[in-house]
């Protein structure tokens, strides 16, 4: 089952560039953008409701976080769209180095804690 999953999350990928190259050249990265996260919360609505409602503070932390990602987004279509495919998909993989060496910009045992009062 874990195989199969990895096999699909390969192939979506895949289609996802191809398609998202295919809409960067017919459409603007703003319709495109707001087309895949309006898709993304179409589905996502129904799950709401069976969550926990969020504290309005945590909104502060997570809005910006929401934003930066939107506008990286924004200009990965754009790019897609004018660019080259083999050259732009590369590029969006170095998220993974940075997500992978941010933790050792704190050193050891010095990553950054959530906010709030320490877990008992």
Not at 4 to 29: D, I, M, N, P, Y
Not at 44 to 63: K, N, T
Not at 69 to 84: N, W
Request: net charge positive.
């Amino acid at each position: 089952m874990a195989w199969t999953a990895l096999w699909l999350h390969v192939v979506f990928l895949a289609l996802e560039r191809l398609f998202l190259k295919e809409l960067g050249q017919r459409f603007s990265s703003l319709v495109t953008s707001t087309l895949f996260f309006a898709t993304g919360a179409l589905f996502l609505l129904p799950l709401a409701y069976l969550a926990d409602r969020p504290h309005p503070s945590e909104w502060i932390h997570a809005l910006p976080a929401a934003l930066i990602y939107a506008f990286a987004f924004y200009c990965y279509v754009a790019a897609v769209g004018r660019g080259q495919l083999s050259l732009v998909a590369p590029l969006s993989h170095l998220n993974v180095l940075f997500i992978f060496f941010w933790p050792s910009c704190w050193g050891p045992n010095r990553s950054p804690q959530p906010a709030g009062p320490a877990p008992a």
